[in-house]
């Protein structure tokens, strides 16, 4: 069975201030995928990284980044100097190479404050 | 190169209507995804269709739940004799190819209310 967890549900910051958004998966497989994506207020889902399990460097994208640690199963997202256009809930996502589904977690809710 | 299209954006039926939600994929995009997310929750994998055939429905309810990706239009899921437990955002995805090792991307999502 696959599981993603969200520990954290909301989580308010100002703006500037650095954000860590942490994912612990579970999975059998040797073979999957971990995904973040963010929901802004308007409502869509916005696609910002796919990591396949064997590669765990990671990974930076301007003002995000990535860390991924099989040793702990876990796929955490930190937000550097964080902007209020940043608000949105962040889901992590698993899936099996052998699967069809991206199993989400439950999201956290980020707000960023002025 | 246009984006996951989904209508209509929001829905409103009462309860015992019909409800038709339709999703277009990417260009070049054969693999369609159809996920539920209820208030406060992540996203439910529904089901999983290529051109004309049903793969994977093992996340769909068991009734009044059905879904269809046509050789020609948009993929279709249609909820018969709806219940306010239905209220939900209905996503599409669709991606280029089958495996794991690819992105999934989203539409904006349909917004079902159901009063």
């Known amino acids: 069975a696959q599981k993603v967890t969200q520990a954290q549900t909301e989580i308010s910051v100002v703006e500037k201030e650095d954000v860590t958004l942490d994912c612990v998966y579970e999975t059998r497989d040797t073979t999957y995928y971990l995904f973040w994506y963010k929901q802004p207020p308007s409502g869509e889902l916005v696609f910002l990284i796919r990591?396949?399990?064997?590669?765990?460097q990671n990974e930076i994208s301007g003002r995000y980044s990535w860390n991924f640690q099989k040793s702990t199963s876990s796929f955490n997202f930190t937000i550097t100097a964080s902007q209020v256009v940043d608000s949105a809930v962040y889901f992590c996502a698993l899936r099996s190479n052998s699967g069809y589904a991206l199993n989400f977690g439950k999201g956290t809710s980020l707000l960023v404050t002025p | 190169n246009a984006g996951v299209m989904q209508n209509p954006r929001h829905l409103v039926r009462r309860r015992g209507q019909e409800a038709r939600l339709r999703c277009s994929p990417m260009?070049?995009?054969?693999?369609v995804y159809w996920y539920r997310q209820l208030p406060e929750e992540g996203l439910k994998f529904m089901v999983y269709?290529?051109?004309?055939?049903?793969?994977?429905e093992s996340g769909m309810p068991k009734e009044r739940f059905s879904a269809e990706f046509p050789k020609e239009g948009p993929s279709i899921l249609r909820i018969q004799q709806v219940v306010r437990g239905d209220s939900a955002a209905y996503f599409c995805?669709?991606?280029?190819?089958?495996?794991?090792?690819?992105?999934?991307?989203f539409g904006q999502g349909t917004r079902l209310t159901v009063v």
């Open positions: 990591r396949n399990s064997f590669d765990e």
């Open positions: 269709l290529q051109k004309e055939n049903i793969i994977d």
């Open positions: 995805a669709s991606s280029p190819l089958e495996s794991g090792n690819t992105e999934a991307f």
């Open positions: 260009k070049g995009h054969s693999h």
